[in-house]
């Protein structure tokens, strides 16, 4: 097992005072300022499941099979994982690394664990230079360099420690059946399998996505995959030694090794990997509560945009409004630029979480949106310490899950091995990850400022991972959200959340809004998405839309509402730009 790490930070719980709610235990240690108690509403019974809503079908029904049997939501994303890992390669996997928020039924305390991989021993600011000058991004991918130590594996079994309930090796039957007895290629894998550049065109990939003909693999063929069968056989009945200690972290040394471009990352780095509890994160935003992992999570952004709008009255419009979508984009300039120039691993930087969340900082931040004409400049928070500005890329490939047990339990995880097949190197028929491109390529700028996000050995390079826990004022599960999309996913989680807590709008329908995300000097959206008469408006108010250049969404989630026939029960949805299913019995 990896090693025992101790809690950074304190679980979050919330305590009814009086006609107050008092906020306590967030992330930082300092309680939030009362506020008042929210309207009258209907009283719920106690969220349950089972819920699961995740990014195949396949993965779904793994994990409704570990809580049909008793498991707990964190047992259920364990086999979850295992499943994707085969069947969604391209996204995420046993090679990656993730985030996981964690809602306990039992003591109201939300936490979270962070995978996030870390850089290796011999790592420099310079792990992407040659000859004085920074790599193109995908030759830097598809080089050894990109991979760190992964965290996903280490991760769960931390959680599952903590939460679980059926022995970790009943967990991983459904992935090792489908991997030995083939699964069906899905129409968003053969798409990606198809691809003719990157990762997916390695000598790896090539040799796993080939078929005995020479043609590759195509939606409706069946691909199976006995190296991974080995694989999670072996996880399961030897834990996750075998994964850091064992044959499988010699094979990763020795793969990153290999050209083009060796890395440097060893059996040594993989075996000294810890991930970490780091408590939760949480804020309260109109009657709710939305909790979110610490840095270097991004979600202090999401709780940042949610603040500034929450202080922007355009947003109440709803969304068939103009200024509503405008003062959306224009909110989301500001605390891009406060993220980028902030963010990073809080072990090697100073992460202003309280100052950039301070309530008088937001309201000025806030107030500059309708005046922006062009990229916002990051703002000056408390115990903000000026860093360089970043220049990092975020490619595509990262997943969500979502998952409620019978008792209450929640789990709410975003997982990913970076870009569309990571680094299209395999080992034990999983993909690795180039999660080290994640950190800013170059680590200052022309006066010498570090980046915040600059390469440093032991480092977890900055994520946009947001996994997201929602409660009510009294600290009950009111719902969990998520998605994957690289940068943009502060914009889709935080457009879910206004559309569902603030627009009151079924899930389904929330998730299917357009996308529109504004960092720096433009904007990506769905343009097919919005209405004509949207999108001339918003050019008229100086916001021209662009197809997205970034991953799309995939969110995935649930919110815990009572029904027209006055029952109480999961409102969740998977979103229809993906494969995704969200079920319930």
């Not at 969304?319 to 691993?345: E, I």
């Amino acid at each position: 097992m990896p090693p025992t790490l101790s809690r950074l930070f304190r679980p979050f719980a919330v305590a009814t005072v009086a006609v107050a709610v008092a906020l306590s235990g967030c992330a930082s240690g300092v309680p939030i300022s009362p506020i008042q108690a929210p309207v009258a509403a209907p009283v719920a019974p106690p969220a349950r499941g089972p819920f699961v809503a995740a990014a195949n079908p396949l993965a779904v029904e793994a994990g409704m099979r570990v809580l049909r049997e008793g498991g707990s939501a964190v047992d259920a994303a364990v086999a979850v994982q295992a499943v994707l890992g085969l069947v969604e390669p391209q996204s995420s996997g046993l090679g990656g690394g993730a985030f996981m928020m964690v809602y306990d039924a039992a003591s109201g305390e939300v936490t979270s664990y962070d995978g996030r991989e870390t850089a290796p021993a011999a790592a420099t600011p310079e792990l992407f230079y040659e000859n004085g000058q920074p790599l193109d991004f995908m030759s830097a991918v598809l080089s050894g360099r990109s991979t760190g130590a992964p965290g996903a594996v280490a991760m769960l079994a931390l959680a599952q420690k903590d939460h679980g309930r059926l022995p970790w090796s009943a967990l991983f039957s459904d992935a090792e059946r489908l991997a030995r007895d083939g699964f069906t290629v899905s129409p968003r894998l053969a798409g990606m399998i198809a691809l003719n550049r990157g990762a997916a065109r390695t000598r790896w990939a090539d040799a796993y996505f080939t078929k005995p003909d020479g043609n590759r693999y195509v939606a409706g063929d069946t691909l199976r995959n006995p190296d991974y069968a080995r694989t999670v056989a072996d996880l399961a009945a030897r834990g996750p030694e075998v994964f850091y200690r064992g044959r499988i972290a010699q094979e990763i040394a020795a793969t990153v090794a290999q050209e083009p471009r060796p890395g440097a990352l060893t059996a040594a780095d993989i075996a000294a990997y810890q991930p970490i509890e780091r408590g939760a994160l949480c804020r309260p935003y109109r009657i709710y509560v939305v909790c979110v992992p610490p840095p270097p999570s991004s979600g202090v952004a999401v709780l940042q945009l949610l603040a500034m709008a929450e202080r922007t009255p355009d947003i109440d419009d709803g969304a068939d409004s103009l200024a509503a979508w405008t003062a959306f984009a224009q909110l989301q300039r500001l605390m891009y630029a406060d993220r980028d120039r902030y963010v990073g691993d809080p072990a090697f930087v100073g992460v202003p979480v309280q100052g950039l969340l301070d309530p008088t900082y937001v309201a000025q931040r806030a107030a500059l949106a309708p005046g922006l004409t062009g990229a916002a400049q990051p703002g000056n928070p408390p115990g903000g310490a000026l860093t360089g500005p970043d220049a990092t890329h975020e490619p595509a490939g990262t997943s969500h899950m979502v998952i409620v047990d019978a008792v209450g339990n929640a789990v709410s995880m975003t997982t990913t091995v970076e870009s569309i097949f990571g680094s299209g190197r395999m080992v034990g028929g999983f993909f690795l990850n180039n999660q080290l491109t994640d950190f800013s390529f170059s680590p200052t700028r022309t006066d010498g400022a570090p980046a915040a996000n600059a390469v440093a050995a032991g480092k977890r390079p900055r994520s946009s991972m947001a996994p997201i826990i929602v409660l009510d004022r009294e600290g009950r599960l009111v719902g969990a959200f998520g998605s994957p999309g690289g940068p943009s996913i502060l914009a889709y989680n935080t457009k879910a959340l206004i559309g569902v807590l603030d627009w009151n709008l079924p899930v389904a329908e929330a998730f299917a809004l357009p996308n529109l995300v504004a960092r720096g000097d433009g904007f990506g959206a769905d343009t097919d998405r919005f209405t004509p008469a949207l999108r001339d408006g918003l050019i008229a108010n100086g916001i021209a839309l662009r197809p997205n250049a970034s991953e799309n969404s995939g969110l995935h989630g649930g919110i815990w509402r009572q029904r027209a026939d006055g029952q109480w029960g999961w409102d969740g949805a998977a979103d229809d730009r993906r494969e995704g299913v969200a079920r319930t019995e």
